[in-house]
């Protein structure tokens, strides 16, 4: 059974970072497509990044209202999705989810308020 656990969310000013980790159990990992979305309140899911683990050469994806500030990578050795998120704003407040294929886990809160 595929099981994804995100976390490492929490309350951050502006500017500051965070980085959110997702571990992927019950599938080959480094043989899927793995993928960050969030959610904002009252809003609908925003897709953020992507990263396809079948290919090593494979350059990740990001949307245009995060590139340049988040990086998408893994620890293939320990099944595990990382997003490190930099120069956070408000804006950026969210429940993050990782996913693979339409699976998906329980989201971790990131809330960016000084």
């Known amino acids: 059974e595929v099981q994804l656990a995100e976390s490492g969310g929490g309350l951050v000013q502006p500017g500051g970072s965070l980085r959110l980790s997702c571990t992927a159990t019950g599938f080959t990992f480094n043989s899927h497509v793995m993928s960050w979305v969030r959610q904002a309140p009252g809003k609908g899911v925003e897709w953020i990044s992507t990263?396809?683990?079948?290919?090593?050469?494979?350059?990740?994806t990001y949307a245009e209202s995060v590139k340049g500030r988040f990086t998408i990578s893994t620890d293939n050795g320990k099944n595990i999705l990382y997003l490190q998120m930099n120069d956070l704003k408000p804006e950026d407040t969210a429940v993050y989810y990782c996913?693979?294929?339409?699976?998906r886990g329980q989201g971790t809160q990131v809330t960016v308020s000084s």
């Open positions: 996913t693979q294929g339409l699976k």
């Open positions: 990263l396809n683990l079948r290919n090593s050469d494979a350059e990740p």
